[in-house]
């Protein structure tokens, strides 16, 4: 095993706890009670669980009864897509289209998949430009060619692999121009902007703890008021009937202590790693200058923490591979369950060849991130690339 | 001094061990895993097979277990292009592979192998049952005579066994299970693979149907008189007696055996279990590992297919083939399998049978 200390650039895939969070977590962990009993023990979790549902409805703009607990991103995903257009359908037979994009992560992309092949729901695939952008114009086009058949709008606030922030207030408001429900998943975008959902306009967006700093396996959809989705889970009717399953008290408790933690230091922290990340690009460009950055520019239209490069002539798993060996934690982008790397769909949607989208790397940088780990890189990443472009050109024989 | 060591791991408990001991051995050891179908589902299940997901989820769990990097390559299109597509063309060309040594001649010895000198590795490890004499960086067989795999590796060049490293070579496949147990890698009792992984039924012949297509033509004996009809002559492998249904029994009552396939006149002969010996064998594409290419006939033994019988004979360069004269007649010898000559344990060369008398 690898004795380096970890040169760590994946926040997007999880960050460190905060210690707040773990502590908050830990004690709650001794504490007994469900939030459900009627009894003594119940009523202090329940407590538990309602104050944290208040801070976590300030942090993200939202009424405390706004919130529904999940366990986790892919979930609040999963009940957002598959409930809303369930609903939606019931109540219209004719609503059965769902607008979203190719970029999209996985929970939604495949769950509206899902709903096409078992569900008879038909996708509109909303064209994103070249940075990975979806505008507010395509969405309503698209609406306005048959409103009526229009059952759900699901556009992710910030892409998790290239960054791009969408103009997610602008689509909500389309979407509302023709009556339809608008959900986003702010699971990347929670953990480094300002994430308002009352502002944005949103019908329902998806939140998650483990991004910014909170345990895994606990996130929240955010419903706004008279929007009831379908169940997808079934049971003790907790959560407004809406998501049955006992309450994780310690999970809730810490990834509000997190979230109410991370909205505190959220300013400082992102003009930070922003810094952090612009000197990174600056570093990879420098030692390869025919690297290409994927996704808007730095700026407001993409994340602070995100780098997310093309190196033409490499495959990006054998890039990732000599990284590890230098104790840099980086990532692909998107991994399939055999673990064989497969072109990223969010670069083959902004228009990226196969090529393009193979030899990709993405670098998120997060709370722990420090200059010293942007110049470890700096430091190695022109040889892995070397490397990694002969590997490739052996590969091609 | 260690190395950085590649270990190709299957899933399976002898490319697992073979790890651990590379890491024991002091070696910087990071494990990759070969996805070589298209379409993982597709190839052997379970405990069977090396290519499938469960595979790949067995390989990731051995190399957290002995606690090195893991990781999983796509060979796929490789795998498809040298191998299985390579396996589907000799059989058409009346000829009778051997994908295994195939995939150790192209896939695990050149396409992983270079990929990884490539990426700064020094060598590649795999579970294989063979050992290389330090000393002349000859391959040799195993210690364990029933498990040796030096056949399907005799194809390597000395450039590949100078980066190849088999750490089971001098260990029995009992121990090396016991020792699996010993270190908790929980692969330890799955079985061994068999057959061919890319066919997941285990029916070569149906899988050939599938690729080739039937293609009618005359079953005749030595004479060429007609004796029966098949459905494509690649169905057919040189020493078959099963499944030829012919019309009638030889005059002498005697069974018949596939002597011949003729693929360009789509023609199977057959005859009597006699006329199977064959005491001259040659052979293209010699490959010289265990001694430089021999200016004079030299004595020595010659084994015709995996786990086959060794058969002594002297051998010798006729320009660019080896012709091989066996001291002992052997029996239905197939074009497409390799000969590989053997003084005592260690392997001299070996080359690919094309005719036999």
Redesign the interface.
């Known amino acids: ?2 004795t380096s200390p970890v040169i760590y650039l994946d926040h997007a895939a999880t960050t460190p706890m905060l210690p707040e969070a773990i502590g908050a977590m830990t004690e709650e962990l001794a504490q007994l009670g469900n939030p459900s009993s009627l009894h003594n023990a119940g009523r202090r979790a329940r407590r538990v669980v309602e104050e944290s549902r208040e801070q976590l409805a300030e942090v993200f703009g939202a009424r405390a009864g706004e919130v529904v607990f999940t366990g986790g991103g892919t979930e609040a995903d999963n009940l957002a897509v598959k409930g809303l257009f369930w609903s939606r359908r019931a109540a219209d037979a004719r609503r059965t289209r769902v607008l979203t994009t190719a970029v999209e992560h996985h929970a939604v992309l495949d769950s509206v998949r899902w709903l096409c092949d078992a569900d008879g729901a038909v996708a509109d695939w909303l064209t994103v430009d070249a940075c990975g952008l979806v505008g507010a114009d395509v969405l309503r086009a698209a609406l306005s060619r048959d409103p009526s058949s229009a059952a759900l709008v699901s556009v992710m606030w910030a892409n998790n692999e290239v960054g791009a922030v969408q103009p997610v207030a602008s689509l909500a408001a389309a979407a509302h121009e023709f009556g339809v429900l608008f959900h986003t998943d702010a699971v990347q975008a929670a953990a480094q902007l300002p994430v308002d959902f009352a502002a944005s306009g949103a019908d329902a967006m998806s939140v998650t703890a483990h991004k910014l700093g909170g345990p895994v396996g606990v996130g929240a959809l955010i419903l706004g008021r008279g929007t009831a989705p379908v169940p997808v889970l079934h049971g003790g009717g907790q959560e407004r009937d809406i998501r049955s399953g006992t309450l994780d008290v310690p999970a809730i408790r810490a990834f509000a202590v997190a979230a109410v933690a991370s909205a505190r230091r959220r300013s400082a922290e992102a003009s930070r790693v922003a810094l952090l990340r612009d000197d990174l690009i600056r570093q990879v460009l420098r030692a390869v200058p025919d690297a290409i950055l994927n996704g808007p520019p730095p700026g407001p239209d993409r994340l602070p923490g995100n780098a997310h490069f093309s190196f033409p002539g490499c495959e990006g ?2 890039l ?3 990284l ?2 230098r104790g840099i934690a980086c990532s692909t982008g998107s991994a399939c ?5 497969e072109p990223s769909h969010v670069l083959l949607a902004m228009g990226a060849d196969e090529s393009r989208a193979r030899g990709s790397l993405r670098f998120s940088l997060g709370h722990t991130t420090a200059q010293g780990d942007i110049d470890a890189l700096g430091a190695c990443i022109g040889e892995a690339v070397t ?2 472009r ?2 490739a ?3 091609a ?1 | 001094m260690g190395i950085r060591v590649l270990a190709a791991m299957s899933g399976g408990v002898d490319s697992a061990t073979a790890a651990a001991r590379a890491v024991d051995a002091g070696h910087e050891v ?1 494990g990759v ?1 070969l ?1 070589l179908s298209q379409n ?1 589902q597709s190839y052997r299940t379970g405990a069977r097979g090396c290519c499938t ?1 469960e595979d ?1 989820r067995d390989a ?1 769990r051995a190399a957290d277990v002995i ?3 893991f ?4 060979m796929a299109d ?1 795998f498809k292009r040298d191998v299985v597509d390579d396996f589907v063309a000799e059989y058409a060309a009346g000829r009778t592979p051997n994908p295994c040594l195939r995939c150790n001649e192209k896939i695990k010895f050149e ?1 992983v192998l ?2 990884a ?4 590795f020094d060598a590649v490890c795999t579970g294989h049952y063979a050992r290389i004499d330090a000393s002349n960086g000859a391959l040799m067989r195993a210690a364990d005579d029933g498990k040796d795999q030096s056949y399907v590796l005799a194809v390597l060049t000395s450039d590949q066994i100078k980066h190849a490293m088999f750490p089971l070579g001098d260990t029995p496949k009992a121990l090396v299970r016991e020792e699996a147990r010993d270190r908790g890698l929980l692969v330890a009792d799955k079985p061994d693979s068999h057959d061919v992984c890319f066919i997941a039924d285990g029916d070569t012949q149906g899988f050939l149907a599938r690729q080739l297509g039937t293609a009618p033509g005359k079953i005749v004996d030595a004479d060429g008189t007609t004796l029966g009809e098949h459905d494509g002559a690649y169905g057919f492998t040189v020493g078959q007696r099963k499944g030829l249904r012919l019309d009638r029994p030889a005059p002498d009552g005697n069974p018949r055996y596939v002597l011949s396939i003729e693929p360009v006149s789509n023609t199977v002969t057959v005859g009597p279990a006699a006329a199977l010996a064959v005491s001259e064998i040659t052979a293209v594409r010699p490959v010289w590992t265990g001694c430089p290419p021999p200016l004079s006939p030299i004595e020595c033994s010659v084994q015709l297919r995996a786990h086959g019988e060794v058969y002594p004979c002297v051998a010798w360069l006729a320009g660019d083939e080896l012709v091989i004269n066996l001291r002992t007649p052997a029996r239905a010898v197939a074009a497409g399998q390799a000969a590989v000559l053997y003084d005592g344990d260690t392997v001299l060369g070996s080359a690919t049978i094309t005719a036999a008398r």
């Open positions: 095993m690898s798993d054998a990732l591979l000599l590890d060996a369950t055999a673990g064989v790397a490397r990694a002969r590997a050109g052996a590969a024989r | 990071t895993h996805a993982p997901l790949a990731r606690g090195i990097p990781y999983v390559w796509d490789r396409a270079d990929r000198l490539a990426l700064g």
